[in-house]
């Protein structure tokens, strides 16, 4: 790293975040304090000549596929590309310029000098986010790193193609880079529907194109750059409106138990404490304060319960999930929620009372053969399906789903992994979640 060097993030990301959303700044104009440092004055933090101290920023969101730096004295760079849909996390990380930093980089480098880490994220935007792996799901991802130049700090990339696009008094400056040979390139820029330029070029890591296309533009957010093999776009950009978008508000610190409103957020900040390991919260007093509220709160009681059998206290993990399915039958002796039936057999099995433990995996497996063809005639408003994500018309369809998932459950806590089977179903929650637990 050095003075001419820029982190490159796409053109949407207007506000970055530190680890856990604790501190936001603007971006790539910071203009306020950030890491304990004044920016007041409006800074680029983009550029690594301008961050005197130990910095982290992660983006706040961004609809574009890519991420990377530039060096503007070599006019040479590196992106990372990969589906922002799964691939949304892009981050910069330095020791700062200052002497601190540069303390730092003599003991961690040879002769390189300053540098700076860029990182990318699947499945996660922030560092410290710990998303749910089911047991033996597997996630998959293709990402991408590539060098580039003369495109300095690009507007879109893809595998195949970089571009640039830079209004100024004069004119409108476009660049293009490509990963790959095309002797008939396309570059294709437009105003609306008025075409300002239309050549055809060779394009390669070695031969890049750039001009200046001289015109008025009254609005950029009217141009359009694409690059074309044939009839296949390589890449395109299309300038974003200007604007000054909210700044988010940082995470907040989890309120104590007493002062949370609802037995719903109690049981949320609990279930986040324990999915985070958090290292000074303990999600026992959320749960245990929403009991105090509602002692038969299904959802609190099978979290308790969960919580207490991972720690091998299984006979006070009993007793909270005879709780949550005294609720669960409270107007229906097969409810709708299974889990904590499950959850109560491998409680038993733990205590040695394997009979009582078949009961409830039966339990669960007689319900699910005895529902599996019934012919649902609900009104369509007065379904409440909570482990569906959306709403189906089949009803019949979404029934025999969800009876194949509390089949597959029974056999699961059976140890019948080859019998379980529980089928894939997008709009079932917890079919998905356990899903996994069958391979």
Known sequence: MNENTQSIFPPDVHAVMDHGKRDVSRFPIATGVYYKHDYSAGVDISRYKNIPVPTSYMAERSDFDF???YDYGRGAGILHVADHHISPGKKQWTWGCGDFGRAWDRSLT???GPYVEL???VYTDNQPDFTWLKPFEEKTFTQYFMPYKAAGAVKNATVDAVVNLETGAEGVTVTAYASGKYPHARILLTDGSRVLLDEETVLSPVQTYQKMVPCAVEDEAELT????DG???LASCTPLRREIPKLPEPAQAAKAP??????EELYLTGL???QYRHATFRPDPYYLEGLKRDPGDIRLNNACGSLLLRRGQFERAERYFRKALERCAWRNPNPYDSEPYYNLGLALEKLDRPAEAKARFNKLLDYGERHIFDQMRVSYFAVSLPDFQIFDDDLDKRNRAHCHYLIGLARLGMGQKKE???REEPSHQNAIRYRGMCR
């Open 67 to 69: 991420v990377g730096g």
């Open 110 to 112: 040879d002769e390189d």
């Open 119 to 121: 990182m990318t994220g």
């Open 225 to 228: 750059l694409k690059v074309l």
């Open 231 to 233: 009839a296949r776009e």
């Open 258 to 263: 007493e002062d949370i409103m609802t037995c």
């Open 272 to 274: 986040h404490l324990e």
């Open 420 to 422: 379980a089977a529980i």
